[in-house]
């Protein structure tokens, strides 16, 4: 989603149900779901680094800064499959 639709969905939200929002921007340029080891997807994930998250589906994820610290991770965590759909997307589950 761009810019747009977050302010069509802003308006929307005050002008049909009267309900003011603010959206924050986060940090993140890139992310990607993550497959792999508990123990290796616990290394890469950092405070101060790629952020470790699950999405709506507990499926795991990284979030990164920038693509240059996702193109790092991808190249450093050699035991960790990075990809960019969701990996159950692929099987159907």
Same mark, same amino acid.
């Given at each position: ?14 002008? /049909? ?6 959206? $924050?921007?986060?940090?993140? =340029? *890139?992310? +990607? ?25 507990? /499926? ?6 920038? $693509?240059?610290?996702?193109? =790092? *991770?991808? +190249? ?18």
């Amino acid at each position: 989603m761009g810019r747009l639709q977050f302010d069509v969905l802003l308006d929307r939200l005050a002008r /049909e149900y009267r309900v003011a929002a603010e959206l $924050e921007p986060l940090p993140f =340029r *890139a992310a +990607r779901w993550v497959t792999g080891s508990r123990e290796e997807i616990g290394r890469l994930a950092s405070p101060y680094g790629p952020r470790f998250v699950e999405d709506a589906d507990g /499926e795991a994820m990284f979030l990164f800064a920038n $693509e240059w610290a996702l193109e =790092r *991770a991808e +190249r450093d965590a050699k035991e960790i499959q990075f990809h960019d759909i969701q990996p159950t997307a692929r099987t159907g589950g």
